[in-house]
């Protein structure tokens, strides 16, 4: 079993910057972890991948490519999200989500078993 758990989420003014971070426990070796995100009415979005421990692993989504830096640190075991020129279009639900195997497409939501509660993101005009 993993454990998942979401922290930084925030309410900003449109252009600020926000840093999520998600903290994995557990047991499972975790072979990739991806941040989701679900936004008012809309239907839930593959943010930004990566491997942990895997150069150049990171993978974005079209939306916040360039605005976004996903990161892994070891030492603490926990995956960040920086999000940057933050848009009220990136309010959401933000979900760090993991597997152990990651096969398929990275944005497919369903080929991940741990979830976190998510941590809210409001970003206002």
């Known amino acids: 079993q993993v454990h998942l758990k979401e922290s930084g989420g925030d309410s900003v003014q449109s252009g600020g910057s926000l840093s999520l971070s998600c903290a994995a426990s557990?047991?499972?070796?975790?072979?990739?972890v991806t941040w989701f995100r679900q936004g008012p009415e809309k239907e839930r979005e593959g943010v930004a991948r990566i491997v942990p421990g895997v150069e150049d692993s990171a993978v974005y989504g079209s939306s916040v490519k360039g605005r976004f830096t996903i990161s892994y640190e070891k030492v603490e075991n926990t995956v960040s999200l920086q999000m940057t020129a933050l848009k009220p279009e990136d309010t959401a639900m933000y979900f760090c989500v993991a597997d152990s195997l990651c096969g398929g497409r990275w944005d497919n939501a369903e080929i991940y078993h741990y979830w976190g509660q998510g941590t809210q993101v409001t970003v206002s005009s």
């Open positions: 557990g047991a499972v070796r975790i072979a990739c």
